[in-house]
């Protein structure tokens, strides 16, 4: 009882001190279009805001790779295509300088596409902050709360507020939770998305219906119930990239740097040699600075400007499941802070489905990381202490692995520095590095980047960072309500079998998934299906449309079918067996909008099986479920079948 009152009562004396710090630092005013470089800010809002704008096609971005010299060189070259590459290509060009990006695969294809999908306000600062009266943890929880802040209103139709149930099963768990939340509450201030509260445990089991009242000799007592943000994690980072078209960077997916480039007078590095994976050609790319935004894979980069250079990542493996909509309601997450062997466990609902997670364990750097099935096991396992349904590996409709890119300053003189916090360093002239950190705080990672960059390169900006302010591509004026326009004045025209097109309801499940996948866009892609005859859902169940695919390859940069199962729709994360029913159809489209030939659909097709079987869901994965041994492939022969 010592240590419960010793927590009760730091709770209690530090809330004091929190209040006068939080109410100092959360009474700023908020940021104006005239504090931040003012028409220079609203030019670049109404490009970006323009509903009727069209990215620079990808042959475009390329030429102006190209089109950079030893004489005129871009100001800024960045590695990687992620949440903070892309981030920094953003930031960049609003600030007036010329910029390119290139990325080995898609944008979002690595850890940016395999999150938790929540933004963090930093609620585990906050215990930090109060236990070990650490200063420092509290102004992560200020800087977490801003920048959740940010991301939501900038994107707010791929970000939402969602309410996290926490189960509390003896009444000191009751106290301690509501105390620290209502902490939290105070500390957040403006920054607040929601009220903490508390629920006996009666309403409680009225909102989240499976979750058990009664357990192995416990027995719930209430749930505590705070507020995150949750997130669409890759079309985001999709919408970072093409934003950052729009704003006037070279974006290029499908781009490899095979080596950088280094003037042999000053072994400064000047640019880098790219490889276009697409077409198999190389070209030179000249830069004032080179930001190696490459995630798990920066190593490899700054490898390439010194064989010697110590390693800066320390790579951790998060792997979350997918199960059917049942196991969560809509609208309301469950997360345990702490089970009985100290992980953190959550299940939220996400995009129709419930996303269960994770782990947290040392892992090699791979291109495609697979989940193991002692992992997918642990997860099932440790939710199931928490629910009264039946928890079953046959209900994985997907599995997947991300590596998480736990930082160390090179400088450090110990391993004690590694951190989920960011690190930006130079420690080769012209290249500047940028990695760790997590999604909610990627626009103040991008920020300190370019900074770097600037006083690296010696570059002039025209004005300073604006992505504090500054709503991404269909965003500006986004409507809650704007999917009712839709179902109203567009119908979703299907093509038969036999050829014969028919009119379809735009219903309220595909209407809403359109207004919230591409914001102001949207309508667009309602005039595909109308027009074009691309009504159709690609998978039984899901809202996906044909005329997604077409609106994707002409308007974000899809290059390939992976490009849009994984990336531009979720169908991959969702449901692996879906995705694969799926790819016939989209690659068909995708073959129409790019000119592909049959070879090249073949080998879409044979690329896309391949992806989706490190997905491993109930149907592509070995299992025992204590009476029967699975071991199911599933084929796609569909795709022939779909062309006789």
Not at 18 to 47: E, F, H, N, Q, Y
Not at 53 to 62: C, D, K, L, N, Y
Not at 613 to 619: A, D, N, P, Q
């Amino acid at each position: 009882m010592a240590t419960t009152s010793t927590r009760l009562r730091r709770l209690g004396t530090v809330a004091a001190a929190v209040a006068l710090s939080a109410g100092v630092t959360l009474r700023d005013p908020p940021i104006s279009s005239s504090d931040r470089g003012g028409p220079s800010l609203d030019a670049v809002r109404r490009k970006i805001a323009d509903s009727n704008g069209v990215v620079p096609s990808r042959a475009v971005q390329e030429s102006a790779l190209i089109g950079s010299s030893a004489v005129n060189p871009l100001d800024i070259l960045v590695v990687g295509g992620g949440a903070t590459g892309c981030g920094v290509a953003l930031d960049a060009a609003t600030r007036g300088l010329r910029v390119g990006l290139v990325e080995r695969e898609d944008f979002s294809s690595g850890t940016s596409s395999r999150s938790t999908k929540l933004l963090h306000g930093g609620v585990r600062y906050l215990e930090k902050a109060v236990f070990n009266l650490d200063y420092g943890q509290l102004k992560l929880v200020f800087h977490a709360l801003e920048e959740r802040k940010q991301v939501i209103e900038n994107a707010p139709h791929l970000c939402q507020a969602l309410p996290c149930m926490t189960p509390c099963f003896d009444w000191f768990e009751v106290v301690y939770y509501w105390m620290g939340l209502k902490l939290y509450d105070l500390v957040a201030g403006s920054r607040l998305l929601h009220l903490s509260r508390y629920y006996s445990a009666q309403e409680s089991v009225e909102l989240f219906p499976t979750l058990a009242r009664n357990g192995k000799d416990r027995s719930l007592r209430g749930t505590v119930v705070y507020y995150d943000g949750q997130m669409n994690d890759s079309r985001l980072n999709v919408a970072l990239a093409c934003t950052a078209a729009l704003a006037g960077a070279a974006v290029l997916n499908h781009a490899e740097v095979v080596s950088l480039l280094m003037d042999e007078v000053s072994n400064q590095i000047i640019g880098a040699r790219i490889r276009d994976n697409l077409s198999g050609k190389e070209f030179d790319t000249y830069a004032k600075v080179v930001v190696n935004a490459a995630g798990p894979f920066c190593d490899s980069v700054r490898k390439m400007a010194d064989k010697e250079s110590q390693p800066m990542i320390c790579p951790s493996s998060g792997v979350h499941i997918v199960l059917p909509d049942y196991y969560s309601p809509e609208g309301m997450g469950l997360i345990v802070p702490k089970t009985k062997d100290g992980r953190v466990v959550f299940m939220l609902p996400w995009l129709g489905r419930t996303v269960a997670g994770t782990t947290d364990s040392n892992t090699s750097i791979t291109m495609l990381p697979e989940p193991h099935e002692d992992e997918i096991q642990f997860i099932l396992d440790a939710i199931s202490d928490y629910l009264n349904v039946k928890v079953r590996r046959t209900d994985v409709l997907s599995a997947w692995s991300g590596i998480r890119p736990l930082a160390v300053d090179p400088k450090a003189k110990s391993t004690e520095s590694i951190s989920r916090d960011h690190v930006v360093c130079e420690d080769h002239p012209g290249l500047v590095t940028i990695t760790g950190g997590k999604w909610t705080t990627y626009r103040s990672m991008a920020e300190d980047a370019v900074d770097a960059a600037i006083k690296s390169g010696k570059l002039s900006p025209t004005n300073e960072c604006l992505t504090n302010n500054l709503h991404l591509s269909g965003s500006e004026d986004w409507d809650p309500a704007s999917f009712t326009v839709l179902a109203q004045q567009y119908v979703r025209m299907k093509r038969s079998h036999s050829g014969k097109v028919v009119p379809g309801v735009m219903d309220t499940a595909a209407a809403k998934h359109l207004s919230h996948a591409y914001g102001t866009m949207a309508d667009r892609v309602a005039a595909i299906a109308q027009d074009e005859h691309l009504g159709k859902r690609l998978a039984h169940g899901y809202p996906f449309l044909e005329a997604e695919v077409a609106y994707c390859a002409r308007n974000e940069y899809c290059e390939s079918a992976v490009d849009f199962i994984a990336r531009r729709s979720r169908l991959a994360f969702l449901d692996t067996d879906a995705a694969s029913r799926a790819l016939p159809r989209i690659i068909g489209i995708l073959a129409t909008e790019h000119n592909w030939d049959r070879t090249r659909k073949k080998k879409e097709l044979q690329k896309a099986k391949e992806f989706l079987e490190t997905f491993k869901s109930s149907r592509n994965a070995q299992f025992y479920d204590g009476k029967h041994k699975y071991w199911i492939f599933w084929e796609l022969d569909l795709f022939n079948s779909h062309n006789q």
